[in-house]
């Protein structure tokens, strides 16, 4: 999946600034370290053997050790934070996550968005906008999709 930088990379992303069909390549990376792989891991207690046992891995599918599923997303929407979260008030939620393929150790990872949808939020100073993010790695495959719902503050609402 090939998408070109966009106009709101790095700007100050009001709701009024996102339309429905906006497409973003975001301009950070993040490549996945072994902090990622195994230490974040053992901070959530999650010792599952995918993550930890190469011995084990190399003789799966999967041939070697695996990054988490909810590190892999947590990159990949942090990265599409710099513009799809500068001016949030919550976030609403987030659905339909999808792991398409593992991420290992010395992969870089890179996200893209589209503007699913907007609409006017529960609040005057806010209105709702619904992302699509892929995170992709270095090889341009999609590893993980999700759907993401942000309240975002309105442009002049942020002096009032």
């Not at 339309?19 to 959530?44: I, N, P, S, W, Y």
């Not at 947590?74 to 976030?91: F, H, K, R």
């Amino acid at each position: 999946m090939t998408v070109e930088p966009a106009e709101l990379t790095g700007s100050g992303n009001y709701f009024e600034d996102f339309a429905v069909g906006d497409r973003m390549r975001h301009a950070r990376g993040k490549t996945v370290t072994d902090f990622e792989l195994q230490t974040l891991c053992h901070l959530v207690m999650n010792t599952a053997q995918g993550h930890f046992n190469e011995h084990f891995m190399s003789g799966t599918p999967f041939g070697g050790r695996i990054v988490f599923g909810g590190i892999t997303a947590a990159i990949v929407v942090g990265l599409a934070m710099q513009d799809t979260g500068e001016q949030s008030l919550a976030e609403v939620g987030m659905d339909e996550l999808r792991f398409h393929k593992p991420v290992r150790h010395g992969d870089t990872l890179y996200a893209l968005s589209e503007v699913l949808a907007t609409e006017p939020g529960a609040r005057d100073d806010a209105g709702e906008v619904t992302f699509r993010h892929w995170g992709i790695n270095q090889r341009d495959e999609v590893v993980f999709e999700t759907m993401r719902r942000v309240l975002i503050r309105r442009r002049g609402e942020a002096d009032a």
